[in-house]
């Protein structure tokens, strides 16, 4: 069974950094793509950033690009996104989900981001 | 960037009833589009991949269809358990971008 479980939430100031993990089974992550993915509250969802299998590519959206960094540890099983200068706009829901080429089939619980002071 | 826009953004629907939500691209995406469900505990599943194919465990009400521009999502009879929100999204191009969503609501 596929399970994706992200960890790292929680408050914190504007222009400050977090880092998200997500601790991937039930298949041979080093094969896959990954993503994150966010969803404000009351809002829809916007992919945010993608790895590679093997990270030699990374894409993100405008909103977070040369802010957040997503990377990767195949020895672990382990995705990150790394977020700095965090706005209140930031705030959100954050997935991880899993493919490259034909994306999202599996999806994380989330975990919540607040930037606030 | 390719802009979705999804209608209705609110559909209300009796049970047994067939829907479908419409889904629209600014440009062509070549069949590059997903349905997705997300349930009020924040849940997210894949329904429709490569905008006909259907996700292995997802019931046969379910079906995807289009080309070019214009897709759809229907379901063919309306079960307690399908109403919640569902969302397109295309992967055609980067950045990939989902469609506002459309919330399926009980009448």
């Known amino acids: 069974e596929v399970q994706l479980v992200e960890s790292g939430e929680g408050l914190v100031q504007p222009g400050s950094s977090m880092k998200l993990s997500c601790v991937a089974s039930g298949f041979t992550f080093s094969n896959y793509g990954m993503n994150w993915i966010r969803q404000a509250p009351k809002k829809g969802l916007e992919w945010i950033a993608l790895i590679y299998y093997d990270s030699s590519s990374k894409y993100y959206a405008d909103s977070v690009k040369g802010r957040f960094t997503i990377s990767r540890d195949n020895s672990k099983n382990t995705l990150y996104l790394e977020m700095n200068s965090l706005r209140s706009e930031d705030t959100a829901m954050y997935y991880c989900?899993?493919?490259?080429?034909?994306?999202?089939?599996?999806w994380g619980q989330g975990v919540m981001v607040t930037v606030s002071s | 960037d390719i802009q979705l826009t999804q209608s209705p953004s609110t559909l209300p629907a009796s049970l047994g009833e067939r829907v479908t939500i419409s889904c629209r691209a600014s440009q062509s995406i070549s069949n590059s589009l997903n349905w997705y469900q997300q349930k009020p505990d924040g849940t997210v599943k894949r329904l429709i991949y490569s905008t006909s194919t259907l996700e292995s465990g997802v019931p046969s009400r379910f079906s995807g269809s289009g080309s070019g521009t214009d897709y759809s999502l229907s379901i063919s009879s309306l079960e307690s358990e399908d109403f919640a929100m569902y969302y397109c999204?295309?992967?055609?191009?980067?950045?990939?971008?989902f469609g506002g969503g459309t919330k399926l609501e009980l009448k």
């Open positions: 999204l295309q992967y055609a191009t980067y950045p990939w971008t």
């Open positions: 989900a899993k493919g490259g080429g034909n994306p999202f089939d599996y």
